[in-house]
């Protein structure tokens, strides 16, 4: 079994900060790429923020130059920097790994998402 976990969300006033962690845990041989997405309510889950188990990077173009994502492959975590949040950045995040498991399978796994409420 993999679970990931995430954690860092909450409420924050336009223009702040917050910086969510996502920890997976379990029978983990090997990450992959680490994703994080959002859903707005009435919308579709949507990727913001990707980065390769080599280190590269990927944003989608209303984040640019304000998120930063990273990751700890020793400890198999990844972190989402929000900085200058807005309104329209309110969303249940969610993390997502493509994890090889003690099994030898390849599978992509998600979190139970967290809440971004951004307002003033």
């Known amino acids: 079994q993999v679970q990931l976990v995430e954690s860092g969300g909450g409420l924050v006033h336009p223009g702040g900060s917050l910086r969510l962690s996502c920890a997976a845990s379990?029978?983990?041989?090997?990450?992959?790429?680490m994703n994080w997405n959002r859903q707005i309510p009435g919308e579709q889950r949507q990727m913001v923020a990707s980065?390769?188990?080599?280190?590269?990077?990927w944003y989608t173009d209303s984040v640019k130059g304000r998120f930063a994502i990273s990751r700890d492959n020793a400890k198999n975590i990844v972190y989402l920097e929000m900085n200058n949040l807005r309104p329209e950045d309110t969303a249940v995040y969610y993390c997502?790994?493509?994890?090889?498991?003690?099994?030898?399978?390849?599978?992509?796994?998600w979190g139970k998402g967290i809440l971004v409420t951004v307002s003033s």
């Open positions: 997502e790994m493509v994890i090889t498991n003690t099994d030898g399978d390849v599978r992509d796994y």
């Open positions: 379990g029978s983990i041989r090997k990450t992959y790429n």
């Open positions: 980065v390769s188990d080599g280190g590269g990077v």
